[in-house]
């Protein structure tokens, strides 16, 4: 079983930076891809980075290229994602997920299997 703890949420002035951190348990950890989604109040879960399992490659949503960037250390089990540049849009729940599958990246929440509990951002203006 891997658990997913996510920290680094709180709130923000628009133009602002957080970074927030997701933990993972197990020993597996470099073989999958790892990302990061978001949900606002009444909208769906959406994309928002993807990181490969040595931390080769990335992908981003259009919507925060150039002012998020997601990385990881595998040496402690751990995926960040820096924001910065944050407007209120950016405002919802963010949540870290390991890909299903190995070496897999994807960009649709149904190619993850395990989540973390989501930490607050609120971008005010």
């Known amino acids: 079983q891997v658990q997913l703890v996510e920290s680094g949420g709180g709130l923000v002035q628009a133009g602002g930076s957080l970074r927030l951190s997701c933990a993972a348990s197990?020993?597996?950890?470099?073989?999958?891809?790892m990302g990061w989604f978001r949900q606002a109040p009444g909208k769906e879960r959406e994309f928002v980075a993807a990181?490969?399992?040595?931390?080769?490659?990335?992908y981003y949503a259009d919507s925060v290229k150039g002012r998020f960037t997601i990385s990881r250390d595998n040496a402690k089990n751990t995926v960040y994602l820096q924001m910065n540049s944050l407007k209120p849009d950016d405002t919802a729940v963010y949540y870290c997920?390991?890909?299903?599958?190995?070496?897999?990246?994807?960009?649709?929440?149904?190619?993850?299997?395990?989540w973390g509990q989501g930490t607050q951002v609120t971008v005010s203006s």
């Open positions: 197990g020993r597996t950890f470099s073989s999958y891809a």
């Open positions: 990181i490969s399992g040595s931390g080769g490659n990335t």
């Open positions: 997920a390991r890909a299903a599958i190995q070496g897999l990246m994807a960009t649709t929440p149904t190619r993850y299997d395990y």
